[in-house]
């Protein structure tokens, strides 16, 4: 799904591509990601939240230091 690196400079063309995506998409896959800053977890969770993903599949560099210093759950939900 997503490839290289998800940062400030992907994102707005990477938001531009995802804009039509609703419901109905079930695993966001970042296997192919090497690297991802702030902006790119926020593209994640926006999607996540938008189209009810419910897997992330791989864990490129930064993202599990960001989910937790935004306190998001496994699937880039809120976490409670």
Do not use: H, K
């Not at 296997?31 to 977890?41: C, H, K, M, T, Y």
């Amino acid at each position: 799904m997503f490839s290289g690196t998800l940062d400030r400079a992907a994102v707005p063309a990477l938001w531009i591509q995802c804009a039509t995506w609703r419901s109905g998409v079930t695993r966001l896959d970042l296997v192919a990601v090497d690297r991802v800053d702030s902006a790119g977890v926020a593209l994640l969770a926006e999607l996540a939240a938008r189209t009810g993903a419910t897997a992330v599949e791989g864990e490129p560099i930064g993202l599990v230091e960001l989910r937790r210093a935004y306190r998001l759950g496994a699937t880039l939900n809120f976490a409670t």
